[in-house]
């Protein structure tokens, strides 16, 4: 019999649950151009009222390039907040709503990285920041690559770097690729390798 407290629907969540919170008021603090900044009142199970600060993101899409050489494409880029560059999948926000996750990650994948996916796997999407933000960032791999020319907004510097995937797995494990998205972007691609027929020689 399964156990109810690991019991969730489809997208991993929990449904109807006493833990739930219930908005009372809610107050905006930013209106960005990326992301919007509230503060609310919440009511607590137990009928206690406490304040939840939390950000708005209209959600995103990351994916993984994997070709049929064993290598992946990666982006080296300076991130203001952390301070760092960091490795990271190519990745964009959704631009309007009812924009489809893998528009997102087809447009994104040529347009940072310069490759046009001929096939398009959805691996599943991660929360990368749940104690603070709504957003969702869906997960795909890209496979039948072409080359086109990389098309980037104004602003973005990015170096494409080729490890073999084997290679970039290895700097996950050794804590030298700390992107979140980017970790378990990797880490979901591995397990669509360990199940694909050609994926064996592309682990090595």
């Known amino acids: 019999m399964p156990n109810d407290a690991f019991s969730t629907d489809a997208s991993?969540?929990?449904?109807?649950?006493?833990?739930?919170?219930?908005?009372?008021?809610?107050?905006?603090?930013?209106?960005?151009?990326?992301?919007?900044?509230?503060?609310?009142?919440?009511?607590?199970?137990?009928?206690?009222?406490?304040?939840?600060?939390?950000?708005?993101?209209?959600?995103?899409?990351?994916?993984?390039?994997?070709?049929?050489?064993?290598?992946?494409?990666?982006?080296?880029?300076?991130?203001?907040?952390?301070?760092?560059?960091?490795?990271?999948?190519?990745?964009?926000?959704?631009?309007?709503?009812?924009?489809?996750?893998?528009?997102?990650?087809?447009?994104?994948?040529?347009?940072?990285?310069?490759?046009?996916?001929?096939?398009?796997?959805?691996?599943?999407?991660?929360?990368p920041a749940i104690g603070y933000s709504n957003e969702i960032i869906h997960l795909f791999v890209a496979e039948d690559l072409e080359r086109t020319a990389p098309d980037r907004e104004r602003g973005e510097f990015m170096e494409v770097v080729h490890p073999r995937f084997a290679e970039a797995m290895q700097k996950v494990r050794a804590s030298r690729i700390q992107d979140a998205k980017t970790v378990a972007a990797l880490t979901m691609a591995e397990a669509f390798l360990q199940t694909s027929e050609a994926g064996e020689k592309r682990l090595r």
């Open 12 to 127: 991993g969540r929990f449904g109807d649950t006493p833990l739930r919170e219930t908005r009372v008021r809610t107050e905006q603090l930013l209106d960005g151009v990326l992301l919007k900044a509230h503060r609310d009142e919440v009511e607590l199970p137990d009928g206690q009222i406490v304040p939840r600060e939390w950000i708005d993101h209209p959600g995103a899409a990351a994916v993984v390039p994997l070709f049929a050489d064993g290598s992946t494409a990666l982006l080296r880029q300076f991130r203001y907040a952390a301070g760092a560059e960091f490795l990271e999948v190519p990745a964009g926000k959704i631009d309007h709503p009812g924009e489809a996750p893998v528009e997102v990650a087809c447009r994104e994948l040529e347009e940072e990285a310069g490759l046009r996916a001929g096939t398009l796997h959805r691996m599943g999407a991660t929360y």
